[in-house]
Every structure is written in C-alpha cells, then in structure tokens.
C-alpha cells in the first residue's frame, strides 16, 4: 500500500511554502493576505504589526487556513492578535471572527452590529463586539487611524484611514476598477456614491481592498477614482 500522509517535516514546508506565497509584505509592519481563488469567496486579510497586532477581516471560517498560514510565515498565531477590526458586517469578511477570544479585541461599527442583528449573516451567534468604531481617531498601540462611516454597499461598512503610512482599507467600498454591491440587505447606490466622493479626497498611496488586487500609488489609487467614477457611478444615482 502507498502511504500518502506527509512527515511532520513535509507539512512544515508545505506550510511554509503556502504562508510566504501568502503573505506579501506592503511596507515593514504592514502585510497583505491577499485571497486568489476565485472559484470560491473570501475576503482579503491584512497584519498590522506595531506595538500591538492588528488584523482586518479575518474571512470565511472555511478558509481560515489562509489567515492562520499567513500569520504562521511572520512567525504568528492568531491567539497572538490584539485587535481584530471589521470593515462591514458581511460574512465573508467577518465569520471567523468567533474564533478569536480575550484578551484578544473584535472591533467593528455600530451599524455593523445592528445590522447583523437585524438581517443576521449566516451563523446563530455572533460575539458582541468589545468596542464600536465611530467616525473618528482611534488609537491602537502606537498606530493611529481614522474611521469614516462608508454607508452604501452595508449600513455598516467603514473605511479605516491610516494617515501616517496615506494607508486606506477599504473594505468592500471600492476595489481595483469595481465597486461594492448595493443591492444587498441595507445597500442603498447613493450612499455608496457618497462614500466613494468622500474617500477619493484622501490622500492614499496604498489603497487595500476587501477583494482582488491592492493598488501602490498616489497616482494609480487617484486614476482608479475616476476610472470608479466614469464606469460607474451613472449605475448608483436612483438607488
Ligand atoms: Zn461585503
């Protein structure tokens, strides 16, 4: 009989391997899981590593084994985070999140929580978040970042600024030539328009997506606002 099991050994590199194809360093303390397999949904992760640990959306519990490999490549567990923040309130974006427990913190918007508990997003129980994030600075550590409420694609979605590093997660606001839907639960296009008008205003050199490719460039990030803006806002005026 052939014996398929891999040596503890063989998993190690396999492992390795998965976690450095995964995890794409941005600039020192900040890193990218970007999700690549569009046969199935997930969101893309990001690390922030000052003097506290930061993780955004941590995606679909089934796919887990991403976030967990990406972190394992910087040396990382996931007990080891101290902050997981949540753009919206979506599934793919937040379901793993009850994996996470104190002393580790779940941060997500008021609306988000809310919505959540108005529309659900697929599993019975979810934990309470340990703070909410308004408009405003907040303050993590030694990083300093900006939340602006971003209605439109969720009534609970935001984008979080990072002045320092011109860093802008956007959730699923705004992609690389694409837009977040706005015809789920609480979606509404002439939000999400709004939303977009008020970010495109920042100054951005990284713009991070929930979804698909990151963008690196003052110029690139401002071309992929009017690309938004030409293609596709005519789509968001009557609803
Ligand atoms: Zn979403």
Redesign the pocket.
């Known amino acids: 009989m052939v014996d398929c099991t891999l040596s503890g050994a063989d998993i190690d590199s396999v492992e390795s391997f998965a976690g450095k194809d995964i995890s794409m360093e941005i600039f020192k303390g900040l890193h990218a899981f970007i999700w690549r397999d569009f046969q199935a949904n997930n969101c893309n992760t990001y690390f922030i590593e000052g003097s506290k640990k930061i993780l955004v959306d941590p995606g679909i519990f089934q796919f887990f084994s991403h976030v967990r490999a990406g972190l394992a490549h910087l040396g990382l567990s996931p007990g080891q985070i101290d902050v997981v923040v949540i753009t ?1 309130e ?1 599934y ?2 937040m379901d793993s999140v009850h994996l996470f427990e104190k002393p580790t913190w779940i941060a997500m918007s008021r609306g988000a929580r809310d919505s959540i508990r108005k529309y659900g997003n697929g599993r019975e129980v979810f934990p309470e978040p340990d703070f909410m994030l308004t408009e405003g600075t907040l303050n993590i550590g030694n990083a300093s970042f900006y939340i602006i409420p971003s209605p439109g ?2 009534p609970g979605s935001i984008c979080v600024y990072w002045p320092d590093r011109k860093v802008l997660f956007s ?2 606001t705004i992609f690389k030539q694409s837009i ?2 706005s015809d ?1 639960p609480g979606g509404q296009g002439s939000l999400l328009k709004e939303s977009i008008l008020r970010i495109s205003k920042l100054d951005i050199e990284y713009l991070l997506p ?1 979804h698909g490719e990151i963008i690196e460039g003052k110029k690139e990030v401002q071309e992929n606002f009017r690309f938004i803006e030409r293609q596709w806002f005519r789509y968001l005026e009557d609803n």
């Open positions: 919206h979506h793919d974006h694609h969720s959730g699923d977040g839907r789920l929930g």
